[in-house]
C-alpha cells in the first residue's frame, strides 16, 4: 500500500468542552512540603498519609526523569507550573439529585448517567480530583462490598485498606509513583468481601478540567477469597492550551481463588501526558486481568503488570493502543512469576496512524526454582502510513528448567488486495481501511465487555477518518 | 616487545607512549591511536543502567591486571603452531598470538595476479594507505562498546586485511588464528575485509588460548564490507581460556543486492561480549545473522545485535541459539531498525534459549523500531527446556540418558549450524561443540 496522507483530524467534540471552573480548594501551581501540607490539612488526613505524602515528595525529588529509556518528550512537562490539587469543595454525593448542575451538564454530555447507570452497577465518576458522585447500587451494598473515594477510604477503612495501600506499588517504584503517593486524591479504594461475585462491572470516569491541572488518582481494589469483580476505567478530557499530567497509581489484590477484572479506555486530550504505574498481586489460584485500551493522550506509558505470588495464579495483559498524529502510546506488560505453576499471557496489538508511534515494552521475568510456569507474549503492530512509527522492546529472564516462555511479535501493514477486493465491492477507500483494522483487533475487542467493544469499535472509526485518501 | 610495554596494564596511560616509540606505524595512524585513547579515557565505564549493557555482568570488564602481550618464547610458538589446526583446505592463512604473527601463508599466485591482497594490517596502512584510511573502523560502533572500541584502535598494531577485487570468487576459506598466550595477556584482533563488486570470499577466525586456565582479554574488532552483488561469509568460532574476557565488535555493511552472512560459535571465555551491526545500505541487499552458543559453568554470553535497514528491498534474518547449562547466563539484546523509506524490508529475528540446569538463566531483549510502513517484520524469542517425549522416544530405544541430553542439544543447535550451506565448516563447528561436551559432561 502506497497512501499519501493528510494528518488526521479526529472528532474530539464529545470531550472537547469545558464549564467554568468553581474551585474551592485550590493548592495553587507547583510542588513543596507546603503543598503536601495543604492537601493533607484538606483532606483531614491521619498522620500515617501525610507521612507517606512526605516520603512520596522526598523520592519524587531525588529520581531522575527515566529518559535514559524513555522518550525524551517527558522534559516537556513543567512540574512547577502543575496545579496539584483542586477541589470543587463539595464532598461525595450519594443520589444525583445532590450533584451540582453544571457538572451534571459535563457527564451528560459525555453520557455517563441515564443509560449506563441502569447498566452499571455503582457509578463513581470523578470530576477533577473530587468523587463528586459515587453511587452504589443497593444490591450491591448490601453484599458488603466497599465502594468509596481513596480519601474516605483511608480514613473510614483504614483496617481494611491500610494492609495493601503502596504495598503492591511502593513509593519509591518509580518517579510517577512517588510523585503520585506525594500528591494523590481521588480514585476508587473498593474491597469485595470472600465469596462475593459481583454481577455487574463498577465504574468510574475521570475527567481532568482545570487547565495545567494533574489528576493523581489512586485505586485500590481488593477481592477477598474466592470473590470476583470487574471494575472499568474511562476517560475523556478537555482539550486546553498547556500540557496536563495525568499520573495515577492503580493496585489490585487478588486473594485465595480470586478473580479480578481491570479495564480501561484512555481516550484523554492529545496534550496530556499520561504516566501510569498499574500493577496487580495474585495470591494462590486467583487471577488478574488487565484490559488495556489507549487512544488518547500526547504520551502514554503505562506498562500494567501482575506479580505471580501464589501458585496456580495467572495474570493476563491484553492491550490496544492506537497512536495518531503527535501521539507516542509506550505501552506494555510486565509479568513477575514468584511461584510455581503461574501463567502469564499478554496479547499486546497497536495501530500507527500518520506520524503517530506506538511502542511495546515488555518485562517477562521467571526466577529460578520455579517449574511449570508458563508465558506467551504476542505483539502485532500496524502501520497505516509511511511516517508511522512502532517499536517492540521486550525483556525476558528464564532460570532454570521447567518453564516455558515464548514471545513473538509482527510488523505489518493493511494488505493491499483487501482493501482492492473492498473497495471493488463499493466501499470507499477509508471505510476498507477502517474495516480492516477493525478486523485487525476484533479478536482482542471481543474480549472486552459488550458495551466497550461498541465504543471501542466506534472510537477506531473516528481516529481512521481521513487517514487515507 | 620490550619489557617498557610489558610493566603497564592495558588501562594505563604509559601504554600508548611506550608503544608509539617501539611500533613501526605511519605518522597519521599513530595521530589516530591518540585521538582514540582520549577517546577511550573519556568515556565513563558501562554500567548495568546503561540500556545497552542491561543484564550484563559489567564488573567483569575490570582492565586493571591486563598487560600486552609480549613476545611469545620458542616453545609456545611452537606449541602455538602445532596446535593452529583448523579446517583441512584452506585458501590462505593467518596465525597471530597476541600483536605478533606468527606464520603466514599467502594466496595462490592466481589468486595474488588478480588482485586479491591478503596482508597483515600494518602493511596494508603502508601499501594500500587509501582503501585502509576509508574503510578501517569508518562506522561508530553503537551497540554499547564505543568505549572499548576506542580502546581496541588506541592499541591495535596488527590484524589482517584481506581485499578481493572484482569478479573474483575464492572457493576455500580463508583461515586466521589469533591466540592468546601468557597470564594477563591481552590481544586485539582485527579483520578489514573489503570486496569488490560480484566477488566472494569465506573467512573463518579461531580465537584460542594456549593455556585454558590464564587469564586473559581481548577486544576485537571486525570491518566486513560486502560490495555491489559481492557474497561474503565470516565465520567466527570463539574458544577462548576459562577465564578470558573478551569483547568483540563487528560491523557488517552490505552494498546493493550483495549478501552478507555470519555465524558466530562461543564455546570458551568467562564472559564474552558480541556485537554485531549489520547495515543493510544498498537495494537488494541480504544479511544473515548465526549465532550458537554452549555455555557451562560460571560463562556469560551477552550477544548485542542491530539489523538496520537502511535502503528499500532489502532482508535480514537473525537465528541465534543458546544451550545453557550450570550457572551460565546468556543475554541477547536484539534490534530490527527500519528507517524512514526503507519500504520493502523483509526482517526476521528469532533467539531460541534451551536451559538444561535449574541455575542457568537466559535473559532475551529482541526488539523492532519501525519507521516505515511497507514491510514485514516479525521476530520471536523463547526460553524452554528438553522435550520430555523426545528424551523419552530416545530412552526407550536404549540410549543412555546423558547420551540422549546430547543428542537433543546438538540436534537443537545443528540447525543454526547447517544454515551456512558449506560442509565442511559445520562439520568442523559441529566437532568443537561435540568437543565441549565431551569436557563438560
Known amino acids: 500500500m502506497k497512501t499519501e496522507t493528510k494528518a488526521v483530524d479526529i472528532d474530539r467534540d464529545k470531550g ?24 493533607s490539612d484538606v483532606k483531614e488526613d491521619p498522620d500515617w498519609v501525610r507521612e507517606f505524602r512526605l516520603r512520596g515528595l522526598k523520592t519524587f525529588l531525588e529520581k531522575p526523569l527515566p529518559t535514559h529509556w524513555a522518550s525524551k518528550d517527558l522534559e516537556a512537562i513543567d512540574f512547577d507550573k502543575i496545579r496539584y490539587y483542586l477541589s470543587p469543595g463539595t464532598g461525595a454525593k450519594r443520589s444525583w439529585e445532590e450533584v451540582p448542575d453544571d457538572i451534571k451538564r459535563t457527564f451528560e454530555r459525555l453520557g455517563i448517567p441515564e443509560q449506563e447507570r441502569k447498566f452499571l452497577a455503582g457509578v463513581e465518576a470523578q470530576f477533577d480530583s473530587e468523587a463528586v458522585y459515587s453511587n452504589i447500587k443497593k444490591a450491591v451494598g448490601e453484599q458488603g462490598v466497599i465502594f468509596v473515594g481513596s480519601t474516605e477510604g483511608l480514613k473510614n477503612h483504614p483496617e481494611i485498606f491500610r494492609k495493601w495501600f503502596g504495598k503492591v506499588i511502593p513509593i ?7 510523585l503520585n503517593s506525594a500528591v494523590f486524591s481521588g480514585g476508587s479504594f473498593i474491597y469485595v468481601p470472600p465469596g462475593v461475585k459481583v454481577k455487574h462491572p463498577l465504574q468510574a470516569y475521570f475527567r481532568i478540567n482545570a487547565e495545567s491541572f494533574g489528576q493523581f488518582e489512586r485505586t485500590l481494589i481488593i477481592a477477598d477469597e474466592g470473590s470476583e469483580v470487574t471494575y472499568m476505567e474511562g476517560c475523556t478530557a478537555p482539550k486546553f492550551e498547556t500540557v496536563a499530567l495525568h499520573s495515577a497509581v492503580v493496585e489490585l489484590v487478588a486473594l485465595k481463588g480470586a478473580k479480578l477484572q481491570y479495564i480501561t479506555v484512555q481516550n484523554w486530550s492529545s496534550n496530556v501526558f499520561n504516566l501510569v504505574t498499574k500493577r496487580g498481586l495474585a495470591h494462590e489460584d486467583a487471577e488478574i486481568k488487565w484490559i488495556d485500551c489507549n487512544i488518547g493522550s500526547r504520551l502514554t506509558m503505562k506498562y500494567p503488570g501482575v506479580v505471580l505470588k501464589g501458585r496456580k495464579s495467572r495474570g493476563e495483559v491484553l492491550s490496544i493502543a492506537l497512536a495518531n498524529n503527535g501521539q507516542h502510546q509506550d505501552t506494555g506488560a510486565k509479568m513477575i512469576h514468584a511461584a510455581d505453576e503461574t501463567t502469564s499471557n499478554i496479547i499486546s496489538k497497536s495501530i500507527s496512524i500518520g506520524t503517530g508511534r506506538a511502542t511495546y515494552r515488555g518485562l517477562v521475568h521467571v526466577p529460578k526454582h520455579l517449574k511449570h510456569c508458563k508465558n506467551n507474549t504476542e505483539c502485532d503492530a500496524l502501520l497505516i502510513n509511511a511516517t508511522s512509527r512502532t517499536d517492540t522492546y521486550p525483556a525476558i529472564t528464564v532460570r532454570g528448567t521447567g518453564n516455558s516462555v515464548q514471545h513473538e511479535a509482527s510488523v505489518s501493514q493493511v494488505s493491499a488486495e483487501q482493501i482492492f477486493y473492498m473497495q471493488q465491492r463499493g466501499l470507499t477507500e477509508a471505510q476498507a481501511m477502517s474495516l480492516s483494522v477493525n478486523g485487525f483487533v476484533n479478536d482482542l475487542v471481543r474480549q472486552f465487555p459488550m458495551e466497550y467493544s461498541v465504543e471501542l469499535k466506534r472510537l477506531i472509526e473516528l481516529e481512521m477518518e481521513g487517514s487515507v485518501g | 616487545m620490550s619489557a617498557i610495554a610489558h610493566d603497564e596494564t592495558v588501562n594505563s596511560k604509559g601504554i600508548l607512549s611506550g608503544l608509539l616509540e617501539l611500533r613501526d606505524l605511519p605518522d597519521w595512524f599513530r595521530e589516530q591511536q591518540h585521538a582514540a585513547w582520549e577517546k577511550f579515557e573519556s568515556i565513563p565505564r558501562p554500567t548495568r543502567k546503561d540500556q545497552p549493557w542491561r543484564f ?54 592466481q589468486l595474488s595476479k588478480r588482485g586479491v591482497i591478503f596482508q597483515p594490517l600494518e602493511r596494508a596502512m603502508v601499501e594500500h594507505a587509501d582503501l585502509f584510511r576509508k574503510y578501517f573502523m569508518s562506522t561508530e560502533v553503537s551497540l554499547g562498546s564505543a568505549k572499548f572500541a576506542a580502546l581496541h584502535q588506541a592499541l591495535v598494531s596488527t ?19 589469533h591466540w592468546l598466550a ?46 555491489p552483488g559481492a557474497k561474503v561469509t565470516y565465520v567466527c568460532a570463539q574458544n577462548w581460556g576459562d577465564n578470558v574476557v573478551a569483547l568483540q565488535m563487528n560491523t557488517t555493511a552490505v552494498d546493493h543486492d550483495a549478501s552478507a552472512m555470519s555465524l558466530n560459535l562461543n564455546l570458551g571465555s568467562r564472559y564474552s561480549r558480541f556485537e554485531s551491526l549489520s547495515r543493510l545500505v544498498g537495494e537488494g541487499a541480504r544479511s544473515d545473522l548465526l549465532a550458537v552458543a554452549v555455555a557451562t559453568n560460571e560463562q556469560e554470553f551477552d550477544a548485542r545485535t542491530l539489523q538496520d535497514h537502511i535502503s528499500p528491498h532489502t532482508a535480514s534474518d ?17 534490534l530490527i531498525r527500519v528507517e524512514p523509506h526503507a519500504h520493502f524490508t523483509d526482517a526476521y529475528q528469532k533467539v531460541r534459549n534451551l536451559l538444561l540446569s535449574d541455575d542457568s538463566e537466559a535473559n532475551s531483549m529482541p526488539g523492532l523500531e519501525i519507521l516505515a510502513d511497507n514491510v514485514r517484520c ?64
Open chain 1, 16 to 39: 472537547d468542552f469545558a464549564y467554568p471552573e468553581v474551585h474551592v480548594r485550590d493548592a495553587g501551581r507547583g510542588l513543596s512540603e507546603k503543598t503536601i501540607h495543604y492537601i
Open chain 1, 172 to 178: 519509591g517504584d518509580n518517579k510517577f509513583s512517588a
Open chain 2, 378 to 441: 516479525t521476530h520471536g524469542a523463547t526460553s524452554g527446556q528438553i522435550n520430555e517425549e523426545e528424551m523419552f522416544y530416545l530412552r526407550s530405544r536404549g540410549i543412555p540418558v546423558p547420551v540422549a541430553q546430547r543428542l537433543i542439544v546438538t540436534g537443537f543447535l545443528n540447525e543454526v549450524v547447517q544454515r551456512l550451506d558449506q560442509a565442511a565448516i559445520a562439520d568442523y563447528l559441529n566437532q568443537l561443540i561435540d568437543r565441549k561436551f565431551a569436557h563438560s559432561r
Open chain 2, 56 to 109: 550484563s555482568n559489567v564488573d567483569l570488564l575490570d582492565l586493571a591486571p591486563f598487560k600486552l602481550s609480549g613476545t611469545v618464547s620458542d616453545q609456545a610458538r611452537a606449541a602455538i603452531l602445532e596446535q593452529s589446526n583448523g579446517l583441512d583446505e584452506v585458501a590462505a592463512r593467518l596465525v597471530f598470538a597476541g600483536d605478533q604473527l606468527l606464520e603466514r601463508d599467502v594466496v595462490s599466485e
Open chain 2, 318 to 334: 537473525l537465528l541465534y541459539k543458546n544451550a545453557l547449562d550450570d550457572r551460565a547466563r546468556c543475554t541477547f539484546g536484539g
Open chain 2, 159 to 177: 590484524g589482517t586485511f584481506l581485499f578481493v577485487p572484482r569478479g573474483v570468487e575464492i572457493d576455500q576459506p580463508i583461515e586466521i588464528f
Open chain 2, 182 to 227: 601468557g597470564e594477563n595477556a591481552t590481544v586485539f584482533p582485527h579483520l578489514l575485509l573489503v570486496t569488490d563488486e560480484l566477488a566472494k570470499v569465506t573467512v573463518i577466525e579461531h580465537f584460542r588460548s594456549l593455556d585454558r586456565n590464564q587469564r586473559g582479554f581481548a577486544c576485537g574488532v571486525n570491518d566486513l564490507l560486502a560490495g
